[in-house]
Structures are given as C-alpha cells and as structure tokens.
C-alpha cells in the first residue's frame, strides 16, 4: 500500500493518495458534535457521502433539520441524537464515544473549548495517559510530501515532558499514514544548544531520549532552525549533517505561538491545505476551523478515518 508521506510530484497528489488508501476501508462512526451552521453539517455530510464517516449528528434536533432545509443537505439515512445546546452537544458526543456507539469525534460550530473540557473531563471524558496535542497534516505545494506540523493549536508552553508526548502523537500519526521512522525536525531560531534559548535545550535532550528509548519509532534532530529543517543546502551550508535536515516529515514547534503562526503562514503565503487531528485522546478527535475549505475538512476526515483504523489493527478500544 502506498505511504502517504512518500514523496510526490510537487504540488500534487498528496491528499489524493491519502483519499486513494482511504477507499478499501471501512467508514467510521464519528459523533458530530453540535454541528449547527450550513459548514458543519455540509463538511460531515460530505465526509459521510465520500465513504469516511457514518456522521451521528449530535445537537438540537430542529436547528439541524431547519440549516438542512435551508441549504438543501440530504440528511436521509442520517442518524440525529438531540441535544439542547452545545455544551449538552459537546457531553453528548463523548457519550456516545465511551459507550462505543462512535470511534470518532468531530467538532462542529461549537467553541473549541466546549468540546475540548467534555473531552478532558475526569468524569466521563476521553482522558488517557498521554498529554492530548493538535497535529496540522498539511500539503505544502512547494514541499515534496506531507508534512506534519506540532502543537499549533492546544500546548501553549509545553515542558520537555509535555514535548515527548506530542512528539510520541505525531509519530503515531504518521504511522498510522503509512510511514515507518518518520524524521522529526525539533525547530527553534537557532541549530547550536545554548542555554539562552529553552528550546534548543529541550531538542537536545528530545534527541537524546530518543537515543535511550523514550521516545520511539522515529529519527530525532535538533536543534534545528526553520532553514536548515527544510532545505539540504542551508543545512550544508551550516556543516550540518543529518538524515532528517532538508527531508523532515513531522516539525515539532517550540510552543503553540511558534506552531499556529508556522501552520498558518504555510496555508495563506504558500497556498497549503491543512487537515486537523486532535491525538492523546482516546479516540482521534477530528478538529475544523471555520476558516478550513471543503479540501481541508474532507482531509481531517480522512487523516481520522486512518488513524482509527490503525487503532482496530492494534486492537485498541476505547475501553483499553
């Protein structure tokens, strides 16, 4: 089966191919939580007619069948559980998850962080282990393969142990995406340690607990700074050498300030499409934004679809 993260023609194909693994798989049931503007439920829906999701639609049941009657959306066939408000959408959905009635769950036109206190909730949310993180997966028209950008969107100042866990999550995403020793640029302003800069102490001890196990199943480099991450001739010019500089597939950002702006400059100055997981959870929890094209939407569907069911493959449950 081929990688996504394989390297394509530049510019082109790269959700496609993500959209072609997608195809011999099983749709999934996802809690659609509060989906209540014509976006949403469109996005859903949509992701529901393409073969990704089985949408449950999860809000007050007359808001949803009136946005459907208005933008003329076919909600035959599509399970609706009412739920007065979004906070109640938002309880409901998770619900739904914990009872193994959905295996996703699928923000609507809620608040991030109405969904995201259900989710964290220590009664009846989807808390596990792991520090919950926020990948971008994004296609980069003038990078050769998908790229995978973290925490831009949930970690404000994340510790060094709070980065081994985001790191662990996007290396078990790109996995899930096809890819074995995925290469894991740690970025900060500058390529050398010093103690001045947090962060470029922090990707040295990355590296290093990656060399003892801590962190598994990819290749670690940094310090790096954003040039020498992405392109082989800044790095040579550096002197540096590295398997990961100029060929990265996941960018860990030093803090959620560094990651959003990265994530967002990719999509407006260099024309990327950018699809949004939220990882650590107990389920893959798929993250919109308003702003996010029908492209964008049906991406972060499918980029769910198959970290989910790399899941079933390891026998993961909800209950695990």
């Not at 193994?100 to 009664?123: C, F, I, N, P, Y």
């Not at 960018?251 to 939220?278: H, M, R, W, Y």
């Not at 996010?292 to 899941?311: F, G, P, W």
């Amino acid at each position: 089966m081929i990688s996504l993260m394989q390297e394509t023609e530049t510019g082109t194909g790269k959700y496609e191919q993500l959209l072609m693994r997608c195809s011999s798989l099983e749709p999934i049931p996802t809690a659609v939580a509060h989906p209540c503007d014509e976006t949403s439920l469109s996005g859903a829906v949509e992701a529901g007619k393409k073969g990704l999701i089985v949408p449950i639609l999860v809000g007050p049941r007359p808001k949803i069948l009136a946005i459907a009657e208005s933008a003329e959306i076919d909600l035959r066939n599509i399970q609706i559980v009412d739920a007065p408000h979004s906070h109640a959408s938002a309880a409901k959905a998770v619900e739904l998850l914990r009872e193994a009635k959905a295996e996703l769950l699928m923000k609507g036109s809620l608040h991030t962080d109405e969904l995201m206190g259900a989710v964290v909730s220590r009664d009846g949310g989807l808390r596990t282990a792991r520090r919950i993180s926020h990948a971008f997966v994004m296609d980069v028209p003038t990078y050769h393969k998908v790229l995978i950008v973290t925490d831009g969107a949930i970690n404000i100042a994340p510790t060094l142990e709070d980065k081994v866990d985001i790191c662990q999550n996007a290396i078990d995403l790109a996995e899930s995406l096809g890819l074995e020793w995925p290469n894991v640029a740690i970025l900060a302003a500058v390529e050398t340690v010093t103690s001045k800069m947090p962060a470029t102490i922090d990707a040295a001890a990355l590296c290093k607990m990656a060399e003892r196990g801590q962190v598994k199943g990819a290749h670690l480099e940094g310090p790096l700074a954003f040039d020498n991450a992405i392109s082989k001739q800044a790095a040579k010019t550096k002197g540096i050498v590295s398997e990961v500089a100029g060929n990265p597939d996941i960018l860990l950002a030093p803090d959620l300030e560094a990651g959003n702006i990265l994530a967002k400059q990719l999509t407006f100055l260099a024309n990327a499409d950018s699809a949004g997981l939220v990882l650590g959870a107990k389920v893959p929890i798929i993250l919109t934004s308003r702003a996010d094209s029908v492209r964008s939407r049906i991406a972060s569907c499918a980029v769910a679809m198959l970290a989910a069911h790399a899941r079933r493959k390891k026998g993961v449950s909800i209950h695990g």
